[in-house]
């Protein structure tokens, strides 16, 4: 495991290109450009939501890569407005003082769980949407969307606690998408799920592909689930 310092050069490390990361987030290029560098519309500037101010980069870094994660999860599951998740994440940022918030542990976990009620009375987001609520026991609980998204992050153990891997498919599934590993690609022990749905969309049977990469069956079918999610939800 790299230490705490190193992870979180991770999270500023360049991981993708825009086309890259937009089809294993499964959002179109130019809405992740949109989220990432902001843009002019109808004569009005728009700022970016995933970068305190644009950078011109067209790469993509790790952090940037989990927060579109979560953005990608409240714009299209929930239909929460992008301005809205911009002083969402704005707040986030300036309280804790990181580019990437939502890529901490910090206000996941703990008493600071308090700043994502704080974060959404600053956003205006509407009840139904929040992240997390504070019932009368005064203990700050999280919705199903927000633990739907903490469930898929694994954090490394130093004390800065960043997310060091994704498990897009759930927290049972073995699909992981680890930076350290394939350029960040979505494995399976190792093996892009690509690679495995190709080999059987070409005419592989899934018990010779598991033989060949020494794999169980159902990691296999689990790769063969995910990829076909995916291309559903390019479709």
Not at 111 to 125: C, G, P, T
Not at 220 to 235: K, P
Request: hydrophobic content about 40%.
């Amino acid at each position: 495991m790299i230490n705490g310092v190193d992870n979180l050069k991770l999270l500023d490390r360049p991981l993708y290109d825009e086309t890259l990361a937009a089809s294993i987030l499964n959002v179109s290029k130019s809405t992740l450009h949109w989220w990432l560098e902001g843009g002019n519309q109808r004569g009005r500037r728009y700022e970016p939501v995933l970068r305190s101010n644009p950078t011109g980069s067209r790469d993509v870094t790790w952090g940037e890569f989990v927060e579109a994660r979560y953005l990608m999860a409240y714009r299209r599951d929930l239909g929460v407005k992008l301005g809205s998740l911009r002083r969402f994440i704005g707040y986030l940022r300036e309280e804790l003082g990181v580019p990437y918030p939502l890529a901490h542990a910090q206000p996941w976990v703990g008493a600071n769980r308090r700043l994502l009620v704080n974060a959404q009375l600053q956003a205006d987001l509407d009840l139904e949407l929040w992240a997390c609520y504070e019932p009368v026991s005064g203990t700050v609980l999280l919705t199903e969307p927000a633990q739907s998204f903490l469930e898929r992050v694994e954090f490394d153990e130093s004390n800065n606690q960043v997310v060091v891997k994704l498990r897009p498919a759930g927290p049972t599934s073995p699909v992981v998408i680890d930076p350290e590993h394939r350029f960040g690609s979505p494995t399976v022990s190792g093996i892009p799920t690509e690679t495995l749905d190709e080999m059987v969309r070409e005419g592989d049977s899934i018990e010779s592909v598991a033989d060949g990469y020494a794999l169980s069956l159902d990691d296999v079918v689990a790769a063969l689930d995910y990829e076909r999610v995916r291309r559903s939800l390019a479709a």
